[in-house]
Nanobody, 117 residues
């Protein structure tokens, strides 16, 4: 029943921007913290950014993306966003969103981001 569906991935040149969206359904979205992770072949999933539940007043970022990426949420639309600016080739990865609560966590299916010339 609970579902997360990422979109907005694609191919972009270095220095470009993308905005990823994760649409939630089947659960009380506002009560969950949300996060974005990325994974490259042969690598473990890496936490990219997180945002607290409810009003989302608390955010965290990986050192590699801080200042370039911004996580935000719209509880009225049940969407968490990842605005990605000044993209670098090393940002190329499959990006996943995750819902987190004391009762458990679950993942979306992922969306691919390619950053290349």
């Amino acid at each position: 029943q609970p579902q997360l569906m990422e979109s907005g991935g694609g191919s972009v040149q270095p220095g470009g921007s993308l905005r990823l969206s994760c649409v939630a359904s089947g659960f009380d979205f506002s009560t969950y913290g949300m996060s974005w992770h990325r994974q490259r072949p042969g690598k473990e999933r890496e936490l990219v950014a997180s945002i607290s539940s409810r009003s989302g007043t608390s955010t965290t970022y990986a050192d590699s993306v801080r200042g370039r990426f911004t996580i935000s949420r719209d509880n009225a639309k049940n969407i968490v966003y990842l605005q990605m600016n000044s993209l670098k080739p090393e940002d190329t990865a499959e990006y996943y969103c995750k819902a987190i609560r004391d009762t458990g966590s679950f993942w979306g299916q992922g969306t691919q981001v390619f950053v290349s010339s």
